[in-house]
């Protein structure tokens, strides 16, 4: 049963949690990418699609804990060190995930959606966008600048870090008499 959970664990950290460091990084360039073009609605496109990803495989990644904790439990591990920074680690990055990259990352998302509709960009027609020039103050204009991108950036490159940490902490596993 161990080896299950084990493999479960391990395969849903790479389906899930995969993904979001992926999408994450890429996301912070694609807005930019977005910001520099208002005339490319595929830069907008490419923008909504890299939060969906990250918001779907953020509730996907709940599945690597569980079977984490599970897999501790059938080893006997629950008390290690190791273990227990990994799980401090991870709660971390959840929390970097859900607090500081995902509301940042809707927040941008948001506001260039408001500039293409307030400057009359679409992409309808056949790919020839339409720009006509108004001037409409939005909400979520503040958020939407070069310097919210590289906060974002920031954030998400420590929630990939710590993914990072946790990743050679299962592996090396210090201190564990279970072998590595």
């Not at 971390?92 to 940042?104: E, G, K, T, Y």
């Not at 260039?112 to 509709?117: F, I, K, S």
């Not at 310097?147 to 950036?153: I, K």
């Not at 990743?167 to 590595?180: E, F, H, K």
């Amino acid at each position: 049963m161990t080896k299950f959970l084990l493999a479960v664990h391990v395969l849903a950290a790479i389906v899930a949690i995969g993904p979001v460091t992926v999408a994450a990084s890429m996301f912070p360039p694609a807005a930019r990418r977005a910001l520099a073009s208002p005339e490319d609605p595929r830069a907008v496109e490419t923008v909504r699609l890299l939060l969906r990803i990250c918001r779907v495989y953020a509730v996907v990644g709940v599945a690597v804990p569980v079977f984490g904790f599970a897999t501790a439990k059938n080893m006997g591990v629950p008390g290690d060190t190791w273990l227990i920074v990994s799980i401090v680690l991870t709660a971390l990055a959840a929390v970097v995930l859900v607090a500081l990259v995902l509301p940042r990352q809707t927040a941008i998302a948001e506001a260039l959606e408001e500039r293409q509709v307030a400057e009359g960009t679409d992409g309808g027609d056949g790919g020839a966008a339409t720009t006509t020039t108004v001037t409409v103050p939005t909400a979520a204009a503040p958020t939407l600048t070069s310097r919210a991108t590289v906060r974002l950036a920031m954030f998400t490159g420590q929630f990939n870090l710590l993914w990072a940490a946790v990743t050679v902490l299962m592996i090396v596993r210090p201190g564990s008499t279970t072998g590595a």
